[in-house]
T-cell receptor, first 115, second 113 residues
Framework: DQQVKQNSPSLSVQEGRISILNCDYT??????FLWYKKYPAEGPTFLIS?????DKNEDGRFTVFLNKSAKHLSLHIVPSQPGDSAVYFC??????????????FGQGTILTVHP | DGGITQSPKYLFRKEGQNVTLSCEQN?????MYWYRQDPGQGLRLIYY???????QKGDIAEGYSVSREKKESFPLTVTSAQKNPTAFYLC????????????FGPGTRLTVL
């Protein structure tokens, strides 16, 4: 049962334009969401996060939007740069008990930014 | 310099052999995690530990074992019982009282010949 889904395996964008990466989740217990960026043969690095009490969080060129009613979140990168080319994973966490701190990841979206 | 180290970067093993992957962190994190990544798939949780001498199975624990004797170390053993061990293995750590953000090591690519 895939509780966190990234339905677009890949996305191609021109440099300077906006990149929008999408993520859907099914478990209404999730209350904290994160985006990670991963280059080949390296570990993922944390990018940005959002708590379920917010609907938007911004950090420089990166903004994450959360729509709780639709169980959907998105990552906007503006403007996109060639160095942003990587695999992006969304992840979700639920509170409490032995699940505390445990992350459930989506399948990832490969972003390619063309010069 | 604080961080997470995994060794070796590349590992080859013959079918039927057990192999242990190392993970060490000096971030003073309480919790540590092991994930597996396969092509076209996300990160799947194998085992995690929120405190020394305690660990829980993740979503795909069969064929794996772990130990957590020290706060800094969380080695993963891939046993011969694991049917498809060839994969990219990632270790992560986080504060136990701070939800969400996990910090990852560089990974170990295991290939079974």
């Amino acid at each position: 049962d895939q509780q966190v889904k990234q339905n677009s395996p890949s996305l191609s964008v021109q440099e300077g334009r906006i990149s929008i990466l999408n993520c859907d989740y099914t478990n209404s217990m999730f209350d904290y969401f994160l985006w990670y960026k991963k280059y080949p043969a390296e570990g993922p690095t944390f990018l940005i996060s959002i708590s379920s009490i917010k609907d938007k969080n911004e950090d420089g060129r990166f903004t994450v939007f959360l729509n709780k009613s639709a169980k959907h979140l998105s990552l906007h990168i503006v403007p996109s740069q060639p160095g942003d080319s990587a695999v992006y994973f969304c992840a979700a966490s639920r509170p409490g008990g032995t699940s505390y701190g445990k992350l459930t990841f989506g399948q990832g979206t490969i972003l390619t930014v063309h010069p | 310099d604080g961080g997470i180290t995994q060794s070796p970067k590349y590992l080859f093993r013959k079918e039927g052999q057990n192999v242990t992957l190392s993970c060490e962190q000096n971030l003073n994190h309480d919790a540590m995690y092991w994930y597996r990544q396969d092509p076209g798939q996300g990160l799947r949780l194998i085992y995690y530990s929120q405190i020394v001498n305690d660990f829980q199975k993740g979503d795909i624990a069969e064929g794996y074992s772990v130990s957590r004797e020290k706060k800094e170390s969380f080695p993963l053993t891939v046993t011969s019982a694991q049917k498809n061990p060839t994969a990219f293995y990632l270790c992560a750590s986080s504060y136990r009282d701070r939800v969400g953000t996990q910090y990852f090591g560089p990974g170990t690519r295991l290939t079974v010949l």
